[in-house]
C-alpha cells in the first residue's frame, strides 16, 4: 500500500541526513571518546565547533517547519478515510472478544481496580494512552465509559465473569460513529494547521545560538572539573559541581534567549514584541 504522505516525510529526512553525510559524525564521535577523560571532552568541543553546533540545529529546525513537512504530516494524516478508519476500529472490538485477549485486559483491568480508585484508574488509563491512535484512544475511552458503572461490581467478580463482561461490552461501542468522528477529525489535520504547529513548537525551544552556546558552555565546565578530579580533586563533589554548574548555564542561557526571542530593535532602536 502506497504511504505518499511518508515518502514525503522521508524524502525530507534524506535531505537533512544526506547534508551531514560527508562530515564524517561517527568519526568525530570515535576520536573524542578515544581521547578519555577531560581530553575527551576537549577533543569533542574541538571535533564539533559552536558554529557547526548552530548550523545543524538551524537545519533542523528548518526540516521540521519545512512546507515539505507539513505536506507529509498532512497528507499522512488526512489519508485515512473513515472506510479505512472503520476497518481497523472493527479489528480492535474483534480482538476484544477473543478469548486470550479478552482474559489478559480481565486479568491487567482485576489488577488495576484492587490496586485504584476508578477516578484514578481514568488517569491512569488517559496517561497510558498518550501513545496510541486517534482511533484505538477513542474505542478503549468509549470501553471504559461503558464500563464505569459496572466497575465497583467488577472489583467482585471472578475473572470469568470479567471476560465476559468484556465480550459484551465489545458489542455495544459504536465503531461507525467513532469512525466518522475520527475521520473528520483527520480531514482538520491541515498543511497550514500542521505548519503552525510547527513553528510554535521550534519557537519554544532555545534558538540555535543557544543550544551551541549550552553544549560549549556545559562543556567547558566538564572539562575544567574533570581536569581537577585528574590533579586529585573530589571524584564525587567534582560531579556534582559539574551537575551544578551545567544547570546554572542552561537556565541563564535560556533565559536571554528567551528575552532575545521577545524583542528585537530596528535602526533608530524601536523596540518590537515578537
Known amino acids: 500500500m502506497d504511504h505518499p504522505g511518508f515518502d514525503i516525510l522521508k524524502e525530507v ?19 573524542s571518546l578515544a581521547a578519555g577523560g577531560q581530553a575527551a571532552v576537549d577533543k569533542g568541543l574541538q571535533e564539533f565547533p559552536q558554529t557547526y553546533i ?3 540545529a538551524q537545519d533542523f529546525y528548518a526540516m521540521v517547519t519545512s512546507q515539505e513537512t507539513a ?15 472503520k476497518s481497523t476500529l472493527d479489528g480492535i ?13 480481565a486479568k491487567s483491568l482485576k489488577d488495576a481496580l484492587d490496586k485504584t480508585s476508578t477516578e484514578d484508574l481514568e488517569n491512569t488509563l488517559d496517561a497510558a494512552l498518550s501513545g496510541r491512535s486517534m482511533g484505538e484512544k477513542m474505542i478503549i475511552m468509549a470501553f471504559f465509559e461503558q464500563a464505569k458503572p459496572f466497575l465497583d461490581d467488577l472489583r467482585n467478580s471472578s475473572e470469568d465473569e470479567v471476560v465476559e463482561k468484556i465480550k459484551e461490552m465489545a458489542d455495544t ?10 475521520a473528520a477529525l ?85 523596540e518590537f514584541d515578537l
Do not use: M, W
Not at 94 to 105: F, G, V
Not at 173 to 182: E, K, L, R
Not at 217 to 225: D, E, I, L, R, T
Open 13 to 31: 529526512f534524506n535531505k537533512f541526513a544526506d547534508k551531514y553525510a560527508g562530515d564524517d559524525l561517527k568519526g568525530r564521535v570515535v576520536r
Open 54 to 56: 548552530k548550523q545543524v
Open 71 to 85: 505536506d507529509g504530516i498532512s497528507t499522512a494524516v488526512r489519508s485515512y478515510d473513515e472506510e479505512k478508519v
Open 93 to 105: 472490538i474483534a480482538s476484544l472478544k477473543e478469548d486470550e485477549n479478552a482474559r489478559k485486559l
Open 173 to 182: 461501542i459504536p465503531t461507525d460513529a467513532i469512525a466518522a468522528q475520527v
Open 186 to 270: 483527520t480531514k482538520e489535520v491541515t498543511p497550514e494547521r500542521v505548519s503552525k504547529q510547527a513553528h510554535d513548537f521550534v519557537g519554544g525551544l532555545p534558538s540555535p545560538s543557544a543550544i551551541s552556546e549550552i553544549v560549549h558552555g556545559v562543556g567547558g565546565v566538564a572539562s575544567k572539573k574533570l581536569g581537577e578530579i585528574a590533579a586529585g580533586g573530589d571524584a564525587q563533589g567534582k560531579l556534582q559541581e559539574i551537575l551544578s554548574e551545567a544547570k546554572d548555564i542552561v537556565d541563564q542561557v535560556v533565559a536571554n534567549d528567551n528575552v532575545q526571542k521577545k524583542t528585537f530593535k530596528k535602526k533608530g532602536g524601536q
